[in-house]
Nanobody, 121 residues
Framework: QVRLVESGGGLVQAGGSLRLSCVAS????????MGWYRQAPGKQRELVAR???????TYVDSAKDRFTISRDNAKNTVYLQMNNLKSEDTAVYYC???????????????WGQGTQVTVSS
């Protein structure tokens, strides 16, 4: 069973940047499509970005040109670099393993604790 641990969140002013990290253990990380999700208060969890096992990336429209997802297979880690943050980016951010690199792919691992990102305006 894959275990996921997210970190790197915090409080930042609008226009600032954060880099989130997610370490995966207990599986074959280099074969996984990985995704970053977020859940804002009162809203459903949404996929923000995903990266395939070969590094192909896909973003939700609101994240394009501001967020960059990347991975380091040697460290079993996926990153989310977030620039030009906006108040609407405030949420708890989670990572997960996706069943594949396609739209609406289901997640396959238990959710971690997430990391809180708060953007002040």
């Amino acid at each position: 069973q894959v275990r996921l641990v997210e970190s790197g969140g915090g409080l930042v002013q609008a226009g600032g940047s954060l880099r989130l990290s997610c370490v995966a253990s207990g599986g074959t990380f280099n074969s996984y499509t990985m995704g970053w999700y977020r859940q804002a208060p009162g809203k459903q969890r949404e996929l923000v970005a995903r990266i395939s096992h070969v590094g192909r990336t896909t973003y939700v429209d609101s994240a394009k040109d501001r967020f960059t997802i990347s991975r380091d297979n040697a460290k079993n880690t996926v990153y989310l670099q977030m620039n030009n943050l906006k108040s609407e980016d405030t949420a708890v951010y989670y990572c997960n393993v996706l069943r594949g690199d396609y739209k609406n792919a289901p997640t396959t691992a238990n959710w971690g604790q997430g990391t809180q990102v708060t953007v002040s305006s």
